[in-house]
Each structure stands twice: as C-alpha cells, then as structure tokens.
C-alpha cells in the first residue's frame, strides 16, 4: 500500500522558514520522481516543485522559486521542501505526490500558515 506522511507545518509568521518532510513507503521510492504541491482554501491545487528520483534535476514554480528547495534522501525514502521567506500568500495544505508534476497520488497533506 503506497503511503505519503507530510509533516512539518504550521503556524509562521511573514519571513520565517519552515522545511516539510514527507516519508513515503509502498513503492519504489528511489525510482519516482517527487512533487510538492498545496492548495488553499477555495482554490485549485498548484505545483511548487519537483525533483527527479536521482536529485540531478529539480524545478519549482515561479511563485517560489529562490525561496523554497525540493530536496530527497533515498535512504531514508523522505523529500523534503525547505521554505525560506514564507509569504501570506503561501498559506495552503501542502501535499507530496509521486511524480514530477504528481497530484493523484499523494498525502493527506500538511497546513502552513503564515500570518503576523
């Protein structure tokens, strides 16, 4: 049975960092490209960044890049987002999904909050 379990989030205020982890179990890991994807309330999900299964190519979406990071560690079958310079308009549930640009399969997601 394939399981994602986000953890990490939470309440932060305009211009501090939190990193989310997400440990993945039930399929190969090491081979699957990652997503991390969120969505916030009233809104359609949207793709913040992907990494391939070797970690040699990573993407984000505009809206983050230069703030956040997509990192793995296969041994530890986890990927990480580092997100630094959070902003109000981060605020969503924030997912890890199997594939580069993943949705379908995905967590129960996390909350982050960034407010003053």
């Known amino acids: 049975e394939v399981q994602l379990v986000e953890s990490g989030g939470g309440l932060v205020q305009p211009g501090d960092s939190l990193r989310l982890s997400c440990a993945a179990s039930g399929f190969r890991f090491s081979i699957s490209a990652m997503t991390w994807a969120r969505q916030a309330p009233g809104k359609r999900h949207e793709w913040v960044a992907g990494?391939?299964?070797?970690?040699?190519?990573?993407n984000y979406a505009d809206s983050v890049k230069g703030r956040f990071t997509i990192s793995r560690d296969n041994a530890k079958n986890t990927v990480y987002l580092q997100m630094n310079n959070l902003k109000p308009e981060d605020t969503a549930v924030y997912y890890c999904a199997i594939g580069f640009a993943g949705w379908d399969t995905r967590g129960q997601g996390t909350q982050v909050t960034v407010s003053s």
């Open positions: 990494i391939n299964h070797a970690s040699s190519r990573t």
